[in-house]
């Protein structure tokens, strides 16, 4: 039985993916190729779209794909956390992520991009919506 193997996803890979989707990004690599790297994660993106909605993307640990952990040195889960001006925020109701909680652990690239379309055209004013409604 073979499982599917997870692209593997860089600070610059992210960077690119962000930057297509219209947002100003900053990225920045913790840990090196060393187990004495002192930093917890293997880097870190944030980003800042038009609409004022931000995310922090960041790798905290490499996977490995040969059980010796000799090779096959990947990232290919991140976390993401959602932020609102500045602060961290659940997205409004009706969407598959966000629901409840401001973080999501353990996305792969495909979610990472639906996660990020949705993000960068939320229109921010149905935070205000909802929250008139009671559904927030």
């Known amino acids: ?12 890979s992210i ?5 297509a989707a ?9 840990r090196t190729e060393h187990y004495s790297a002192p930093r917890e994660f293997t880097f870190e993106v944030k980003a800042l779209f038009p609409n004022g909605m ?12 040969d059980s010796w952990e000799a090779t096959g040195r990947v990232n290919d889960m991140v976390d993401v956390l959602l932020s ?10 009706g969407y598959p992520w966000f629901q409840g909680v401001d973080e999501e652990c353990g ?14 055209e939320l229109n921010p004013k149905l935070y205000e919506l909802q929250r008139l409604t009671g559904d927030l």
């Open 54 to 65: 931000g995310m922090q993307i960041v790798a905290r640990q490499f996977n490995y794909r």
């Open 107 to 120: 996305v792969d690239e495909t979610t990472l991009h639906e996660i990020i379309a949705v993000v960068s």
């Open 22 to 30: 219209g947002a100003q990004v900053m990225a920045r690599s913790g």
């Open 84 to 93: 609102k001006n500045g602060a961290l925020t659940p997205l409004p109701k």
């Open 15 to 19: 960077r690119e993916i962000l930057e």
């Open 1 to 12: 039985m073979e499982t599917a193997v997870q692209q593997p996803m860089t600070g610059d």
